[in-house]
C-alpha cells in the first residue's frame, strides 16, 4: 500500500492557479559548483538542519552558500500560518528538538561564521511561541563561538504577551522582523497576522534593548503603490527601526499569491534613495534583496555607522 503524501500547502489546493510571470534578465540567479557551496551544504544536511535558504526557495542561495552563509531555521519546518507568498511548509508541526541549539551552534562553528542568522516557523501552537527555544539557540550559539555576531529573524509572538521579551533578553546584535507587504495587502498576503502589531514589536524591541540593531523588510510586485511603500517606510522609522531590506516578490507557484508586476533595478534605487533620506541607519534595495542576504556585510556597515555617528 502506497503512503498518501501530504501536500506542501494544503490550505492552497483550492486556490485559483495564477501563471507565473517570465522573470526579467535582471532576476536571473547564477548556479555553482564551488566547493564552499558543496561544504556548506553537506555540513547543513549531515547535521539535519533547517534553512530558510532551501525552505523558502531563496534565488541567492548560490551566492550566499558558496561563501559560507547559510540562514538556520530552528524548529522545525513546519509553519502553523498560511502565508499567501511563503513557500515554507505548513501544517502541524512536529515537536521542538532538544537538541538543536548544539546542532546550531556546532555548524556555525564548522561554517567558521562571523555573523549567524537565525529564524525560525511561525509556532502559534506553542505557549510562548518560542521564544524560550531562541534564547536556548542564541545562548549555545555564543557560548561556542564567542566571537561571532547573532542576528535573529522571529516571527511576531502574536497573541504570545511580552514572551518576545525572551529573545531579546538572549542580547542578539541584530533583532530582524519582517513587515513584508503595506497593510491593505495584510487579508490577502499575510492573513495570520496584523500590521500594527509587527510594527509594535519592533518598536518594543528597540525599547526594551537600545544597543539592538532593529530591522525589517519588505517585497514589492504584490499589487501595492508607491505611496504605500512611502508610508510602511514613516511606519518604520517611527518605530525607530535601523535597517530596512527592499526586494522584489517571487511568485513561488501557480497556486501562490500572483505577482503584480518586476519593478525595475532603477526603481528599486529610487525607493532605495527615498528611504535613505528618511533617515534609515543602512537600506538595502535591490530585486534580489532578502532580508538575510549579505547580513554579515551589512551588519559591519550598520556597526560603522553607529560609530560615525557618535
Known amino acids: 500500500m502506497t503512503q498518501k503524501?501530504?501536500?506542501?500547502?494544503?490550505?492552497?489546493?483550492?486556490?485559483?492557479?495564477?501563471?507565473?510571470?517570465?522573470?526579467?534578465?535582471?532576476?536571473?540567479?547564477?548556479?555553482?559548483?564551488?566547493?564552499?557551496?558543496?561544504?556548506?551544504?553537506?555540513?547543513?544536511?549531515?547535521?539535519?538542519?533547517?534553512?530558510?535558504?532551501?525552505?523558502?526557495n531563496c534565488p541567492n542561495i548560490t551566492e550566499c552558500w558558496s561563501k559560507r552563509h547559510?540562514?538556520?531555521?530552528?524548529?522545525?519546518?513546519?509553519?502553523?500560518?498560511?502565508?499567501a507568498f511563503c513557500d515554507v511548509k505548513?501544517?502541524?508541526?512536529?515537536?521542538?528538538?532538544?537538541?538543536?541549539?548544539?546542532?546550531?551552534?556546532?555548524?556555525?562553528?564548522?561554517?567558521?561564521?562571523?555573523?549567524?542568522?537565525?529564524t525560525s516557523v511561525d509556532r502559534d501552537d506553542l505557549d510562548d511561541g518560542g521564544s524560550n527555544?531562541?534564547?536556548?539557540?542564541?545562548?549555545?550559539?555564543?557560548?561556542?563561538?564567542?566571537?561571532?555576531?547573532?542576528?535573529?529573524?522571529?516571527?511576531?509572538?502574536?497573541?504570545?504577551?511580552?514572551?518576545?521579551?525572551?529573545?531579546l533578553e538572549a542580547n542578539p546584535d541584530v533583532f530582524n522582523h519582517n513587515i513584508e507587504t503595506v497593510p491593505s495587502l495584510y487579508l490577502k498576503v499575510r492573513p495570520g497576522s496584523r500590521y500594527f502589531a509587527s510594527l509594535e514589536l519592533l518598536k518594543n524591541a528597540k525599547k526594551i534593548n537600545k544597543n539592538v540593531f532593529t530591522k525589517s523588510g519588505i517585497m514589492v510586485g504584490l499589487g501595492e503603490n508607491k505611496n504605500e511603500i512611502l508610508q510602511v517606510m514613516d511606519d518604520l522609522k517611527s518605530a525607530e527601526v535601523d535597517f530596512l531590506t527592499?526586494?522584489?516578490y517571487l511568485q513561488p507557484s501557480v497556486k501562490h499569491f500572483p505577482l503584480d508586476r518586476y519593478y525595475t533595478p532603477q526603481e528599486f534605487e529610487e525607493?532605495?534613495?527615498?528611504?535613505?533620506?528618511?533617515?534609515?541607519?543602512?537600506?538595502?534595495?535591490?530585486?534580489?534583496?532578502?532580508?538575510?542576504?549579505?547580513?554579515?556585510?551589512?551588519?559591519?556597515?550598520?556597526?560603522?555607522?553607529r560609530i560615525n555617528i557618535h
Open 70 to 83: 547559510a540562514t538556520f531555521m530552528i524548529m522545525g519546518d513546519t509553519c502553523t500560518r498560511a502565508c
Open 133 to 167: 527555544h531562541f534564547y536556548e539557540v542564541i545562548n549555545q550559539t555564543r557560548k561556542t563561538n564567542p566571537n561571532t555576531t547573532i542576528e535573529v529573524l522571529t516571527p511576531d509572538f502574536l497573541r504570545k504577551g511580552e514572551a518576545y521579551k525572551k529573545v
Open 271 to 305: 525607493l532605495g534613495a527615498i528611504a535613505k533620506a528618511k533617515g534609515f541607519l543602512l537600506v538595502s534595495s535591490s530585486p534580489l534583496t532578502r532580508s538575510s542576504y549579505h547580513a554579515d556585510e551589512d551588519f559591519a556597515k550598520l556597526q560603522q555607522k
Open 246 to 248: 527592499i526586494g522584489q
Open 5 to 56: 503524501i501530504r501536500p506542501r500547502h494544503p490550505e492552497k489546493i483550492k486556490n485559483p492557479i495564477n501563471p507565473i510571470k517570465k522573470k526579467p534578465e535582471w532576476i536571473r540567479s547564477k548556479l555553482s559548483n564551488s566547493k564552499e557551496f558543496f561544504l556548506t551544504k553537506t555540513i547543513v544536511n549531515k547535521n539535519n538542519l533547517v534553512t530558510v535558504c532551501q525552505e523558502a
Open 90 to 118: 505548513t501544517g502541524k508541526p512536529s515537536k521542538l528538538d532538544d537538541l538543536e541549539p548544539i546542532k546550531i551552534s556546532q555548524a556555525v562553528k564548522r561554517l567558521n561564521l562571523k555573523h549567524v542568522v537565525i
